[in-house]
């Protein structure tokens, strides 16, 4: 029984280092926009339009999707979080120099509202990462 249970702890530091598998990482995703979803007060309908290609369109919206960016490590304070970015870009694995050209692109974006400001890099952001050919279900 205790031999049982240090292999599974084993199983479970080992996969922590790699990459998460894409259907746990669809799971955090979820979890990441329902609890956005509670803390920002967005409704039903603002979901669909920050997920996938959409633009969020209300304030609500903008500041889910704002939280979204924010908790993947992507946006800290209304602007992109380098080393944020390359964890994610890892966890993704994905080729880390999508992350320069995200900075290049997108680093300059910003608007005096948070929820704008992230907003608007987010999907900067998200643009590069689906034109470089990510699996982006988001
Ligand atoms: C960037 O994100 C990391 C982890 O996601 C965090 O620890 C760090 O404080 C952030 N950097 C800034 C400048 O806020």
Same mark, same amino acid.
């Given at each position: 029984?205790?031999?049982?249970?240090?292999?599974i &702890?084993?199983i479970v530091a080992a996969s922590m280092t790699l990459a998460i598998d894409p259907a746990e990482k669809k799971a955090q995703m979820m979890q990441i926009y329902s609890d956005?979803?509670?803390?920002?007060?967005?409704?039903?309908?603002?979901?669909?339009?920050?997920?996938?290609?959409?633009?969020?369109?209300?304030?609500?919206?903008?500041?889910?999707?704002?939280?979204?960016?924010?908790k993947m490590g992507?946006?800290?304070?209304?602007?992109?979080?380098?080393?944020?970015?390359?964890a994610w870009?890892e966890s993704m694995s994905a080729?880390?120099?999508?992350?320069?050209?995200?900075?290049?692109?997108?680093?300059?974006?910003?608007?005096?509202?948070?929820?704008?400001?992230?907003?608007? &890099?987010?999907?900067?952001?998200?643009?590069?990462?689906?034109?470089?050919?990510?699996d982006m279900d988001w």
């Open positions: 029984m205790k031999a049982f249970t240090s292999i &702890i084993l956005c979803k509670a803390s920002t007060n967005a409704k039903d309908d603002d979901i669909p339009k920050v997920m996938l290609d959409a633009k969020p369109t209300t304030h609500e919206g903008k500041c889910m999707f704002s939280c979204v960016m924010d992507i946006i800290t304070n209304g602007k992109l979080n380098q080393s944020g970015m390359l870009a080729s880390t120099s999508i992350v320069d050209t995200v900075m290049t692109e997108c680093g300059g974006l910003s608007d005096p509202d948070p929820c704008e400001s992230a907003t608007t &890099i987010g999907l900067c952001f998200r643009n590069i990462c689906k034109n470089s050919g990510m």
